[in-house]
């Protein structure tokens, strides 16, 4: 089975804290993708990468940055954490251009 | 005007109905298309996964694209509480890019 771990299921940051969402994929997959999911307004994607050291911007990625040093492991970076960025952190993977997503537990986090 | 849109329900069914749930959407370049079903604070899951027009079945899930109405549509049969979920409909166009999501549908199935 494809398994995407976050490294963390909850977490409640201070204003301004430079905040590290990590996520792993153990299935050699080339893209992989941070999205946020707020009620309402669905799944936003942030930002994306399809090969190791690059990336793209999704549709909100302003106050976030991401790594991408191993093809395992795509990093979401939150520069000085602001209380709108408390929400729900997805990461997901798929194999390559026309295939399906799979997606970690993802990870809730909390800015106060 | 959104590009994926799906009514956010909440829709309330009892155990044994038939339920569907769509989406519609406004590029017509999207050729792949997902439904995923996400339990309450877990990530979701794929369910479906299809390729341009038809249907494809699995057990009691159907799922439907009508690319020319730039339609989809789910189909759960026999529905039974465990299926009492946010529903999400995903698209990609196929290129290296992203898929897009719709909003989600609250499913709940009453026992």
């Known amino acids: 089975d494809v398994k995407v771990t976050q490294s963390s299921r909850y977490l409640v940051k201070r204003t301004g804290e430079k905040v590290f969402l990590e996520c792993v994929q153990d299935?050699?997959?080339?893209?992989m993708f941070w999205y946020r999911q707020d009620p309402g307004l669905g799944l936003r994607l942030i930002y994306f990468s399809y090969d190791v050291k690059m990336k793209e911007k999704g549709d909100i990625p302003e106050g976030y940055s991401v790594s991408r040093e191993k093809k395992e492991r795509f990093s979401l970076i939150l520069e000085s954490a602001s209380t709108n960025q408390t929400s729900m952190y997805l990461c997901?993977?798929?194999?390559?251009?026309?295939?399906?997503?799979?997606f970690g537990q993802g990870t809730r986090l909390t800015v106060v | 005007q959104k590009e994926v849109e799906q009514d956010p329900g909440p829709l309330s069914v009892p155990e044994g109905a038939i339920v569907s749930l769509n989406c519609t959407y406004s590029?017509?370049?999207?050729?792949?298309f997902m439904w995923y079903r996400q339990y309450s604070r877990k990530g979701p899951e794929l369910l479906m996964y299809?390729?341009?027009?038809g249907n494809k079945e699995d057990g009691r899930f159907t799922a439907q694209v009508d690319k020319s109405s730039k339609y989809i549509s789910l189909f759960i049969r026999d529905s039974q509480p465990s299926d009492s979920a946010t529903y999400l409909c995903a698209m990609s166009d196929g290129g290296k890019g992203d898929m897009r999501f719709g909003a989600g549908t609250r499913l709940t199935v009453k026992p």
């Open positions: 590029n017509s370049a999207f050729q792949y």
């Open positions: 997901a993977s798929r194999p390559g251009q026309n295939t399906e997503a799979f």
């Open positions: 299809t390729y341009s027009s």
């Open positions: 299935m050699d997959h080339e893209n």
